[in-house]
């Protein structure tokens, strides 16, 4: 049996099920509200959720696209044993967890999220080059027009941050020098590109597609600030060999076996951006025509 | 649409730059019906047109 996490709006993880359901290999979907209550029968570990139940023992795959398996815990009334129980139910999920990523896996629960600037610098020693970055709580010391900011967090989205209205934080130019101080943001030397690269990687192997964003006001800075009427063109593209082994050694250092990386490409060179494990890779399928979703389900 | 925020504490320099876009699942509910349950693939989430790539590849 089959364990996929995801979000119930990913169109991806319903991809990959198609194959999956072609290979007639089973599979459990689950969602990111499922909470698992863990349970002992027959000496074996039973896992069950108000919509799945499974035996740890009978997943033989995993693939972590997002959302993630969660426990409820029981809460009891003496400090004491709370905290001890705690600790008990707490070595019984760990237990669970580690176990599920020991097995054959795409990507893992504990390492979905990644620090940004830990990338960073795993990126410069592995030797990409990185435009130069650095924090500041003002733009004192920072070059206008020619550096950007953006979020340090995996997710840009603010759900619901106005009524009705989400908010997004793109990578944008620091154009004006501001009055007063702010919390601590990440700063990088802005980059002319010739295009954009998104690269997936899946177990030693790296499909890349060049995005032509530079030519659009719109989509120069961040490609993300989609064109809808005049969309960016994609292609497919091949990295040379020496970016995509070191995109394996930085990708074996971050104990990552899929993810999505992004690169800037300016003039000769090959600048690395970031890597977002549980990125998004459905466009990277369609434009370029590569077999993504079935390199997954084969791999599972 | 930009927008501003009123915090006490600092934020970063992002906010200055937050961009606002219409949440899907807050719209108000019209008679197209986009997305079907799928008993097959576990979701309620399964969308209805069927994708022009592999009409594309059947051609």
Known sequence: MILIFSNDNDRTAIEVMRYLTSMNKDFIHIHEDEVF?????????????????????????????????????????????????????????????????????????????????????????????????????????????????????????????????????????VKKMERQSFFVSFFQEKIEKDFEIRTFYINGECFSMAIFSQNDEQTKTDFRKYNTKKPNRNIPYKLPQDIELKIHKLMQILDLNCGSLDFIKSDDRYYFLEINPVGQFANVDYHCNYPLFKKIADYL | MKIKVKEKNKLPLTFKHIETFADQKLKKPNDVVYVLTCEKYQTNFYIREKPVKSLNRLL
């Open chain 1, 37 to 173: 209550v863990i349970k002992i029968l027959k000496k074996r570990f039973f896992l069950q959720s108000q919509k799945n139940s499974f035996f740890l023992d009978d997943i033989y795959s995993v693939w972590y696209r997002r959302g993630g398996l969660q426990f409820k815990r029981l809460q009891y009334n003496n400090t004491s044993i709370n905290i001890h129980m705690n600790e008990v139910q707490h070595w019984l999920e760990d237990y669970v967890l580690r176990t599920l990523e020991s097995k054959n896996h795409v990507n893992k629960q504990t390492r979905a999220h990644i620090n940004k600037l830990l990338v960073l610098e795993y990126a410069q020693k592995t030797g990409f080059d990185v435009p130069s970055y650095f924090l500041a709580e003002s733009t004192d010391e920072i070059p206008i027009n020619q550096t950007i900011t953006k979020a340090i967090t995996g997710n840009v989205i603010l759900d619901n941050i106005l009524n009705n209205q989400n908010g997004i934080m793109y990578t944008t130019i």
